[in-house]
Each structure stands twice: as C-alpha cells, then as structure tokens.
C-alpha cells in the first residue's frame, strides 16, 4: 500500500513563495506520474502541476510560469516550488501519485494573504 505525505504549506503574504514537499512510501513505484492538485473552498479540486517518470511536465495555465513541478525518484519524492503567490492560490494542496491506480495525500493548506 502506498501513502503520500504532504509537508510545507502555510500562510504567505502575496508575492511570497512556499515550497511543498511529497513523500511516497511503499515498495518501488514504477513508471508512473506525480504531481499536485489544489481544492479551495467551495470550488472543485482542480490540477495544479504534475511530472511523469519520464520529467513530461503539465501546468494548470493559473500558474504556468509562478509554479515548478520536480522530482527526485531516489527519494520518491515530488516538490512544487510556488512564487509569487496570489491570494487566489489559497487552497488546500495535495500530492497525487498515478501507477495503476490514483493515490491521494491528506492535504496541506497554503494560505496567501496579507
């Protein structure tokens, strides 16, 4: 079975940056994608940025050019590295794994306000 654990969320003024981490438990996972999704409230959870084991990046185009997706496969591991965050970016983030199957993390909230 495999767990994702999210850390680094928190609250940033607008402009700031925040970087959020991902780590995978479980055997080796394969071929597969990574990434991030974000809910904010009372809207649908929506695609934020994910890698595929081959580093094929995809952006939501809101954050296309403010957010980078990377990976470190020897720490299965994903990061997303957020700048010049927005009030609208607020949301809860989570990590996403994709091998055979969706996997979720718990979620880590990013707050942006001043």
């Known amino acids: 079975q495999v767990q994702l654990v999210e850390s680094g969320g928190g609250l940033v003024q607008p402009g700031g940056s925040l970087r959020l981490s991902c780590a995978a438990s479980?055997?080796?996972?394969?071929?597969?994608?990574m990434g991030w999704f974000r809910q904010a409230p009372g809207k649908q959870r929506e695609l934020v940025a994910t890698i595929s084991s081959s580093l094929s990046k995809n952006y939501a185009d809101s954050v296309k050019g403010r957010f980078t997706v990377s990976r470190d496969d020897a720490k299965n591991s994903v990061y997303l590295q957020m700048n010049s965050l927005k009030p609208e970016d607020t949301a809860v983030y989570y990590c996403?794994?994709?091998?055979?199957?969706?996997?979720w993390g718990q979620g880590t909230q990013v707050t942006v306000s001043s």
């Open positions: 479980g055997n080796s996972l394969g071929r597969n994608i």
């Open positions: 996403y794994l994709y091998t055979s199957r969706n996997y």
